[in-house]
Antibody
Framework: EVELLESGGGLVQPGGSLRLSCVGS????????MSWVRQAPGKGLEWVSS????????HYADSVKGRFTISRDNSQNTLYLRMNSLTAEDTAIYYC??????????????????WGQGTLVTVSS | DIQMTQSPSSVSASVGDRVTITCRAS??????LAWYQQKPGKAPKLLIY???TLQTGVPSRFTGSGSRTDFTLTIKGLQPEDSATYFC?????????FGQGTKVEI
């Protein structure tokens, strides 16, 4: 059974930094693209970032480009999201999402398949 | 960016009813359209991908249709456990975008 366990969320001050982690199990982690999708409290879904199975193809939403960095350690079955220069607009539940396969083209990493339970990031003074 | 417009924003229906949710893309996404179900406090769950392919384990009362810019999710024979918010999502090109959601109340 696929499991995705996020951690690293919490309360951070505006301008601060945070690193989220997501450990995957129940599948061959390196064979799948991974993504982060966020959801502000009571709001809809917003795609944040994706990367391919090798980790050498990354994609970002304009709202986080230059501030967030997605990465993975396939030896540890772990996906990361480094978040810098956080603002109140970054307050959300951050979901780790397993992709359909390991490939990303320049335009897409295919479907967002299975989702973790999320970790809450609150940016507030 | 590709805008995804969902309607209605909410619908109230009875057990056994048929419910239809529509999603319109601001440009052609061919069949790169997925539907998700999200229950309160839970993560979204993939129901349908490629516009009309049912994900494994999803009840057959859920059907998807459409292509290019206009898509539909239909629930035939609404069940109490179908109470949730449903989102459409385009995976045609970055940035991925989602519809604003349709809340289905029983």
């Amino acid at each position: 059974e696929v499991e995705l366990l996020e951690s690293g969320g919490g309360l951070v001050q505006p301008g601060g930094s945070l690193r989220l982690s997501c450990v995957g199990s129940g599948f061959t982690f390196s064979n799948f693209a991974m993504s982060w999708v966020r959801q502000a409290p009571g709001k809809g879904l917003e795609w944040v970032s994706s990367l391919n199975g090798n980790g050498d193809s990354t994609h970002y939403a304009d709202s986080v480009k230059g501030r967030f960095t997605i990465s993975r350690d396939n030896s540890q079955n772990t996906l990361y999201l480094r978040m810098n220069s956080l603002t109140a607009e970054d307050t959300a539940i951050y979901y780790c999402v397993k992709g359909w396969d390991g490939y990303c083209s320049t335009t897409s990493c295919s479907w967002l398949d299975q989702w973790g339970q999320g970790t809450l990031v609150t940016v507030s003074s | 960016d590709i805008q995804m417009t969902q309607s209605p924003s909410s619908v109230s229906a009875s057990v056994g009813d048929r419910v239809t949710i529509t999603c319109r893309a601001s440009q052609s996404i061919t069949s790169w359209l997925a539907w998700y179900q999200q229950k309160p406090g839970k993560a979204p769950k993939l129901l349908i991908y490629a516009a009309s392919t049912l994900q494994t384990g999803v009840p057959s009362r859920f059907t998807g249709s459409g292509s290019r810019t206009d898509f539909t999710l239909t629930i035939k024979g609404l069940q109490p456990e179908d109470s949730a918010t449903y989102f459409c999502h385009q995976a045609n090109r970055f940035p991925y975008t989602f519809g604003q959601g349709t809340k289905v109340e029983i």
